[in-house]
């Protein structure tokens, strides 16, 4: 009880600081750290009992000024968004106490090396493809950066963009990518089958840019395939039709309306369980079987999610995040045949494999809901293009077989926003 008697005599301030007017000592004992665009600068605090935080005031390459506070519960400031690496930078260093009082400055110089835009340039490759390019490149530090590529020569609009939306291949030429992923593709289509300048650079959220490089090349061939003739098809009784209700029809899934003004319309299978993990179409409902016309050799294919305002809230959480692709010219096709001749063909993705991957532009793997903004803006808005292998034998009746999905739930229950398809028709 004495001892207890005697602890409890301690002084506790309680409630709000008194205000005084003591400016706190300045920091000391700076030791500098320099990274890829950034540099963290560690020290030691005064003995101050009432500090509350520490600001650093620095500019950057486009001047810019620039100022960080980090809290009296740290030890160390991280300073970002440096470009050009190999050159000193002075940062201007003050204390702050509870009553606002700020220490004197003190200048301290770092060395950033160079943002990892300019690796991500020099890494970046571009390659002639169907209706454009693809661009690869890699991204070792997994920053954010902003791949940009542009054309605005040969850009045409009207046939490729299906609908005037905003667009990762945006209107008049340039696509913009945001990712952070170590590796990266992306293709830009919309051109005709002619020689085109491309240029590429890249940037961050900073506003850093690279230098322009550029590539001219000759995109292959490749058209898009009128949804005018599309027709439901359930030829396949191993495939019976589903969907959640009649204002879900597969019909939704090619009716050129997706994204934020859909109001979440769009194809549903039937709600539980569902009937089966895929579904098929008819991709001319006007082809003569005998000659062949109309049907279509693939090249690439769009998806569009459910609208979703949030990341939780369709958008990838309801599509396959591998899916195969199968097409057929026989309307006897069936998937328990043993006739070759009436059996579905496997089509492969120019990935290698048999499995199509909707991959986030972020990289990102988990469920659906481990989403960036920029995820959300391509599955809603712009589609997520994915590519075929080079000449995919012509068919005329489409199935798609979901095989796992985003949500990590049953691959019975799926929606799709819109699909969009490219290739070769023959005429």
């Known amino acids: 009880m004495v001892l207890l008697g005697l602890y409890s005599c301690k002084d506790v301030t309680v409630g709000q600081y008194g205000v005084e007017t003591v400016a706190p000592d300045t920091l000391s004992d700076f030791i500098v750290e320099n990274f890829d665009g950034y540099s963290i600068i560690n020290y030691t605090l005064p003995d101050d009992d009432d500090l509350r935080y520490v600001v650093a005031t620095y500019q950057l390459d486009n001047g810019q000024k620039m100022e960080v506070k980090a809290s009296a519960f740290t030890t160390n400031v991280k300073l970002e968004g440096f470009g050009k690496g190999d050159s000193i930078r002075p940062v201007v260093l003050r204390v702050v106490d509870l009553s606002e009082n700020t220490s004197l400055p003190v200048t301290v110089n770092v060395k950033p090396k160079a943002s990892p835009i300019y690796q991500v340039l020099d890494s970046l490759r571009g390659y002639n493809d169907y209706g454009g390019i693809t661009v690869k490149w890699k991204n070792p530090k997994k920053a954010n950066v902003i791949v940009i590529v542009r054309n605005p020569e040969n850009y045409r609009t009207p046939a490729d963009s299906l609908r005037k939306v905003p667009s990762v291949v945006a209107m008049g030429g340039t696509a913009k990518y945001y990712t952070n992923a170590a590796d990266g593709y992306a293709s830009v289509s919309g051109y005709d089958s002619v020689r085109t300048t491309f240029y590429f650079q890249v940037t961050d959220k900073w506003g850093n840019k690279t230098r322009i490089d550029s590539i001219r090349v000759k995109p292959k061939f490749e058209e898009v395939v009128s949804k005018a003739y599309f027709k439901r098809w359930n030829g396949d ?3 019976p039709y589903q969907e959640y209700n009649s204002g879900f029809g597969i019909e939704k899934m090619w009716n050129n309306i997706w994204g934020a003004s859909s109001g979440q319309e769009c194809y549903s299978s039937r709600s539980g369980a569902g009937l089966s993990n895929n579904i098929t179409w008819d991709l001319n409902n006007t082809a003569t079987d005998g000659t062949g016309k109309g049907y279509v050799s693939l090249t690439r294919i769009r998806i569009h999610g459910r609208y979703g305002n949030s990341a939780t809230q ?6 396959p995040k591998t899916f195969r692709i199968y097409g057929s010219t026989n309307p006897l096709v069936s998937m328990n045949s043993t006739d070759p001749e009436s059996q579905w063909i496997l089509l492969k993705p120019a990935t290698g494999g048999d499995l199509f991957y909707l991959a986030k532009p972020s990289g990102l793997g988990g469920t659906g809901s481990n989403i ?33 999905m985003w949500n990590a739930t049953t691959n019975t229950g799926f929606n799709y926003g819109e699909i969009s398809l490219w290739g070769k028709v023959k005429k």
Do not use: K
């Not at 369709?314 to 599509?319: D, E, H, P, R, S």
């Not at 920029?374 to 489409?398: C, H, K, V, W």
């Open 237 to 239: 009784a191993a495939i």
């Open 372 to 404: 960036t903004s920029a995820d959300l803006t391509a599955i809603n808005e712009s589609g997520i293009d994915i590519r075929f292998q080079d000449d995919m034998p012509y068919i005329r009746f489409i199935r798609i077989e979901q095989v796992d």
């Open 314 to 319: 369709y958008g990838f959480n309801a599509l």
